[in-house]
């Protein structure tokens, strides 16, 4: 480090020619603050700063020591009054453009294990530095926005309680303090308001604060688990940003419902997806700024819309998207009527992909809950289609569904429809001609003689569950002759496949249980036993499990179970055959 001497000798040059500044005296300024500081010689630093001589030098390179004022006060907590006081110093003597760019510019090359930290020590100063720029504010701000934001954006997302109290990373108490920073800018623009004075720039700042409020909703927010029972930081932060969008006057169904946002903002398509479907579950569900949305809107437009939303989040495979997508199409649904939902909204895009989506979550999805939440949701968009929108749905669903489970439970609502049209106003499409075409699809097997039963267990039974209730209502269907005569001819070709499928899948069964037994009884050495892994019984699974993979008692036991379920559809078959002759006993 240079001497004291020296020191002098270059600061009293400085003083007396500040026009003629060369770039190596900027580093050299800035190498001799971050010096003092190192040196744990700050109060010297604050010292010069302060100094009435010295604002001449201040003025034109006092930019350069923001660098090292923040970083010694992010690394040293004893450095804090003064470095805090000596920033102070800086914003009232610097340019404020200058200010803000050599901000920017520490914001861009933040320390990534600082983050929070950093962005701590830097808000209040940003903030006062914004406010003094008299021309261009909006665009300063929607930079300064932009940039935290993408800073934020790297740190982690607290899940549960205990890490949203532990704040590990610092993101909670950053969203807090970037509240705060934004409400004098956000004051500013309902001022003018109320005055009915605002001006082109009035609404470029309108236009920034908006575009931060929809990047907040993607990050960090729609990432968060939130609820209202917990009044957690991250739920605050939320309440704040529904509040700043009426108080810019930000439209809540213009944004949802009306697109105003892809207009206003410079954000991808894909981001404004996200921001708007997490801004309609934080409206709709968890009911922040509710009492801003006006009630004209009926359930079944609300819905509507939202499907776009809520496909948009059961398209994701996060569990935080896949929740609130859940919850959003559950709150979407509950005011709208049963049986009341007509078949036309099938034909947009967002009702086919939306439920399309939701069957994925429930065949594909690993985690229990959402399973079972998704289940519930499924059954209750159900219940508020019409007749004639339950019949599409259901032909759809068992044409693209392509899972024994969904098929099944899809053919339990069937026969459902069918006993409600029986015991109460009957109509075509579950008890006429119309009946026809699904039930070709139920009483189907994918792969005719060769469907694997096991996989396709859960359609099987609920099929043949089916039949057997329409041959035991044999009065009411016999109503329209020809309708009965198609049912019959449907019947049994169905049953005349499967009879064929049962008798081999039993048969090779039967075979391999035999050669097991006769394995275990013998005791073969470890090469048989590795041997017999190459057999055809390696082509069995079992819930995606090779049978081979497991022990001799355990495929003992999967072999038994399955000629156990080919004896339970072998004896709904012969009872169907029973049901038959009865009633073309009471015919004759």
Not at 357 to 368: F, S
Not at 457 to 484: Q, T, Y
Not at 495 to 501: G, W
């Amino acid at each position: 480090m240079m001497n004291e001497d020296k020191v002098h000798e270059i600061i009293q040059r400085w003083r007396e020619t500040p026009e003629d500044l060369k770039p190596e005296d900027y580093q050299q300024f800035r190498d001799v603050g971050a010096a003092c500081l190192s040196g744990d010689d700050g109060q010297q630093l604050l010292k010069f700063i302060q100094d009435e001589k010295n604002q001449g030098i201040v003025k034109s390179m006092g930019c350069g020591l923001l660098a090292p004022l923040v970083d010694e006060l992010v690394r040293n907590k004893k450095s804090h009054d003064h470095c805090q006081t000596a920033i102070t110093q800086l914003t009232k003597t610097c340019s404020s453009r200058t200010l803000l760019e050599s901000f920017l510019e520490l914001i861009e090359d933040l320390d990534p294990g600082a983050i929070s930290e950093t962005i701590l020590v830097l808000l209040p100063h940003l903030q006062i530095v914004l406010l003094q720029l008299d021309e261009n504010r909006a665009a300063g701000v929607g930079l300064v926005l932009s940039a935290l934001h993408k800073q934020l954006s790297r740190l982690p997302v607290p899940y549960t309680q205990q890490q949203e109290e532990a704040d590990e990373h610092g993101l909670c108490r950053s969203c807090v303090a970037l509240a705060t920073f934004t409400r004098p800018f956000i004051d500013g623009v309902k001022k003018k308001d109320e005055n009915c004075n605002p001006t082109p720039e009035d609404e470029k700042l309108k236009a920034e604060i908006l575009k931060f409020c929809m990047l907040s909703l993607k990050e960090p927010l729609l990432e968060a688990e939130l609820n209202q029972d917990r009044k957690s930081t991250l739920w605050l932060f939320a309440v704040e940003i529904m509040v700043i969008l009426p108080a810019i006057k930000e439209s809540l169904p213009g944004l949802l419902f009306f697109s105003s946002l892809r207009k206003s903002t410079s954000m991808d398509t894909d981001l404004s997806k996200e921001s708007a479907a997490c801004l309609a579950y934080l409206l709709f569900v968890q009911l922040i700024a509710m009492d801003t949305f006006p009630a004209v809107f009926s359930p079944v437009f609300i819905l509507q819309c939202n499907m776009e939303h809520i496909n948009q989040l059961l398209s994701r495979k996060k569990e935080s998207h896949l929740l609130k997508g859940l919850a959003l199409f559950a709150k979407s649904l509950e005011k709208v009527e049963d049986n009341s939902l007509p078949v036309g909204l099938l034909d947009l895009e967002s009702f086919y992909s939306a439920p399309q989506n939701l069957r994925q979550v429930l065949t594909n999805c690993p985690i229990q809950h959402l399973r079972e939440s998704g289940l519930k949701v499924f059954q209750l968009f159900i219940n508020k289609l019409d007749a004639e929108a339950k019949h599409k749905f259901f032909r759809c669903m068992l044409k693209t569904s392509h899972h024994a489970g969904v098929e099944g439970y899809i053919v339990n609502n069937i026969r459902s429809q069918i006993q409600s049209s029986i015991k109460g106003e009957a109509n075509k499409w579950f008890l006429g001609m119309e009946l026809l075409p699904l039930l070709e699809l139920v009483l189907s097997l994918p792969r005719a003689a060769e469907t694997d039963l096991l996989t396709n267990m859960d359609k099987i039974m609920e099929s043949l569950n089916l039949l057997r209730c329409l041959l035991m209502k044999d009065k009411e269907m016999k109503s329209d002759a020809d309708i009965w005569e198609e049912l019959c001819r449907i019947k049994d070709e169905y049953l005349k496949v499967l009879r064929v499928c049962i008798s081999m899948s039993r048969a090779y069964y039967s075979a391999e249980m035999k050669v097991l037994k006769e394995e275990q009884k013998l005791r073969v050495k470890e090469a048989k036993d590795h041997a017999r892994s190459t057999r055809l019984l390696k082509t069995i699974t079992v819930k995606n499990d090779k049978v081979t993979h497991m022990s001799p008692e355990v495929q003992f036991q999967v072999l038994q179970s399955a000629l156990v379920t080919f004896d339970l559809m072998e004896s709904l078959v012969v009872r169907i055959d029973e049901i038959t002759e009865e009633t073309q006993g009471k015919t004759h």
